[in-house]
């Protein structure tokens, strides 16, 4: 906010234009006249108290008036709506800014104030659509006639060139409320209001008729999406309609899957629908900015199309929505396991507190004096810190060190029973859970297989019935209150906002499941989602301790190859969480393009596959298919490269072919990211091949780079087992939880409590 202006100083210089204003302004009297006055005295170098004495008005007036031309100049003095009274009040937009605004729906008096009504018209707009704290906490939303109250979902948009129609969602329960503008921001719905825009003028500029075909395609929508969605109410709301006021036709509407709405008579469609997409984003997490973006990319499309394109229509149906695939939302008590509802005991207070942990859990085992001289903090701050993590049971003494001189030292270590974690990795062929401390070390772990076609809602609940099998049968080595979490390691690409998994590979059936949030229904702790190969890197950093104290990157051998960073101190993720992606690196390495140009889907970068089809290819005698998998199935690879280790030269070729590709992408992000160490790890980076990935990655990104001749770039297999991926989740729990940093992740900081 501009500071005030000071008293003993001009308004500063004044365009001529404006000069010219402000002399008819005082010339012409009335209210505008003083606040004109004030300005003009002001710009002439008088004081405050000397224009409140010329003019006959308070020094408060005076002030207000400056301050009003030195923050808003010119339409600073203007006169704005009186408070209260507005000509007309749209109860959409006050849903939307109400919903939007800092503070969420507390926030309504800014809201009035920013669009001149009143407090008590926008109180009265929240009764109305019951966003009302002291209202049910199911919204209302007054179509005409109303939806049902109870949770409600953007669900779909049907644009052609005759209508326009929302499909919502509903269904009865109290919606879980997040953070309100943490979500959605002002600029995705700045880009779909373009979006919308552009599409229905689209259109309207296609010609078409009623007689044609495509005029019955809404039905055939509205019937896709009742199918799709059999569990939830779906209402279809006109937004807009072209042909006539009537409403939508008899048969468009299938019977018993679909009520017609109207929008409220309250309301444009513009802001309507900015409305409910507020009130979407705002109940429901899942519904991501991703949701948003892939429609207005839909819509764009349908903008961009040809004109003479025949009745084409925009038919945008969401997939999924939390809990929608038939996932039992409560928490299940009767299956045997522990209720684990200790939530993060470890209550760490400081920054230095994490600082002082990181510093031991590097070393080892590390004096107080040692802490003092690595981090900076003086002795009193340390011995204060380590004496409350001592009676906390973070951190135990070793037995004393003699000393020359003074008193023995004593140092200290942390204690590995003091916390625990569950880590799930999902993988296309096989679930893996693990229970580690916090030195890393695996309490239980369990696996079981699972196939790629199976059902979202089968699978959803084989992988929580996984989880609380693993932390039952670790009961006895976990304290309750030392459990902090479940971490949960899923292919790429994923929307860690709203936890969706997206197109992972191999796994069409799972795609846009929100997995995170169903998880949460299932386990009463925070539960926190990461690409695998990210959360191979956390696991990597927290276990490796100082022989991974720097900067590196962590090439994750799985269904694909992607990759892990540590960078600065931390992990990156990148702006959407889904930094690493490596494939196209390797590509672009190579030169490998497709026919449109982009990037080719490297087979190289698909180990299981490609592995076993070049060593077929060079020679080798195919390997029987395990039962229900092919000749790129894990067992395959594994012959292979146990064939390899024994000298057969058609094996040994094929994976020294796919660790060169790998090699080529792995230079580029060398001498992209100037660091010094890659770590190789993942389920396909076996004892048998390990030695043909690192010889072939080393030599290529020492032999190549830019920069050779100032570094050696270290190539080093993993410490972690090959539950890599699973005990990197689990470890991204204590990296949230310990790690020191001075700015925290809002997307984080929802899951896990603070410090």
Request: aromatic share 4%; proline share 7%.
């Amino acid at each position: 906010m501009p500071e005030a202006p000071q008293d003993d100083g001009p308004v500063g210089s004044m365009p001529p234009e404006h000069r010219a204003v402000l002399h008819r302004w005082a010339e012409e009297g009335g209210p505008l006249a003083i606040r004109a006055s004030v300005v003009l005295l002001a710009a002439d170098g008088l004081r405050d108290a000397e224009i409140s004495r010329r003019l006959g008005v308070s020094r408060q007036t005076v002030g207000t008036w400056r301050q009003r031309w030195t923050s808003a100049g010119i339409d600073g003095l203007g006169r704005r709506p009186r408070t209260g009274r507005p000509a007309t009040v749209d109860e959409a937009e006050v849903v939307t800014r109400t919903l939007l605004a800092p503070g969420g729906s507390g926030a309504s008096r800014a809201v009035a104030r920013e669009l001149g009504l009143s407090h008590a018209t926008v109180a009265g707009i929240r009764r109305r659509w019951r966003l009302s704290p002291d209202e049910t906490p199911a919204p209302s939303v007054p179509t005409r006639p109303p939806l049902p109250s109870g949770e409600v979902w953007v669900m779909g948009l049907y644009v052609d060139p005759w209508r326009a129609v929302l499909l919502a969602g509903t269904r009865q329960g109290a919606p879980r409320q997040s953070a309100a503008g943490t979500v959605l921001g002002t600029d995705v719905l700045a880009g779909l209001d373009r979006a919308v825009e552009a599409a229905l003028t689209a259109a309207t500029a296609r010609t078409a008729d009623d007689s044609s075909p495509a005029y019955g395609g809404l039905a055939e929508y509205l019937a896709e999406a009742g199918r799709s969605h059999p569990d939830l109410g779906l209402h279809a709301i006109t937004l807009r309609e072209t042909v006539d006021d009537g409403g939508l036709r008899q048969q468009d509407i299938p019977p018993g899957l679909v009520t017609e709405h109207r929008i409220p008579a309250r309301s444009t469609w513009r802001t309507f629908l900015r409305a409910m997409i507020a009130l979407d984003s705002t109940s429901h997490p899942e519904s991501s900015r991703r949701v948003y973006l892939d429609l207005a990319a839909e819509l764009e499309r349908y903008a961009t199309a040809r004109p003479d394109t025949p009745c084409a229509a925009v038919r945008w149906l969401r997939e999924n929505v939390a809990g929608h695939p038939g996932t039992d939302r409560r928490t299940d008590s009767t299956a045997g396991s522990q209720s684990w509802s200790g939530v993060n005991q470890i209550d760490l207070g400081s920054f230095n507190e994490c600082v002082v942990i990181e510093t031991v859990r590097l070393s080892g085992t590390i004096t107080r004096g040692e802490i003092a001289h690595r981090t900076g903090l003086t002795q009193q701050s340390v011995s204060r810190i380590a004496r409350s993590l001592l009676d906390r049971g973070i951190l135990i003494e070793d037995a004393q060190l003699r000393a020359t001189s003074g008193k023995p030292r004593t140092p200290v270590r942390l204690c590995g029973t003091a916390a625990h974690a569950l880590g799930i990795h999902i993988d296309p062929e096989v679930l893996t859970a693990v229970v580690i401390d916090l030195d890393g070390a695996i309490v239980r772990t369990r696996t079981r297989p699972v196939s790629a076609d199976i059902d979202p809602a089968e699978f959803v609940e084989r992988v929580a019935a996984l989880g609380r099998e693993t932390l039952a049968e670790a009961r006895g080595s976990v304290r309750e209150d030392g459990f902090l979490g479940v971490g949960v390691a899923v292919p790429g690409p994923v929307d860690i906002a709203s936890g969706t998994v997206l197109g992972p590979p191999l796994m069409s059936a799972w795609g846009d499941l929100p997995l995170l949030y169903l998880l949460q229904d299932h386990f009463p702790c925070p539960v926190l989602m990461e690409k695998d190969s990210t959360a191979a890197a956390a696991g990597e950093r927290w276990i490796g301790r100082d022989r991974r104290a720097r900067d590196f990157a962590y090439l994750y051998l799985g269904t694909g190859v992607g990759t892990g960073l540590y960078l600065n101190g931390d992990l990156y993720r990148g702006i959407s969480a889904n930094a690493g992606e490596f494939g196209q690196l390797c590509a672009i390495a190579l030169g490998r393009l497709a026919k449109d140009g982009r990037p080719e889907i490297l087979p190289e970068c698909n180990p299981p596959v490609s592995v076993p089809e070049l060593a077929v290819r060079g020679g080798m005698r195919p390997v029987p298919a395990a039962p229900g998998g092919t000749s790129g199935s894990t067992a395959a690879y594994l012959a292979v490269g146990e064939a390899a280790a024994a000298g057969d030269p058609a094996a040994a070729a094929a994976v020294r072919e796919v660790a060169q590709a790998v090699g080529r992408g792995a230079l580029g992000m060398v001498d992209l990211l100037d660091i010094d160490l890659i770590v190789l790890g993942g389920p396909f980076f076996t004892e048998d091949v390990a030695d043909f990935y690192l010889d072939e990655i080393a030599r290529t990104v020492n032999a190549f780079p830019t920069a050779r001749r100032l570094r050696r770039v270290a190539v080093e297999p993993s410490v972690l087992s090959a539950e890599a991926a699973a005990v990197g989740a689990a470890s991204t729990i204590f990296h949230a939880t310990f790690t020191p940093r001075l700015r925290g992740r809002e997307s984080r900081a929802r899951h896990l409590p603070a410090g």
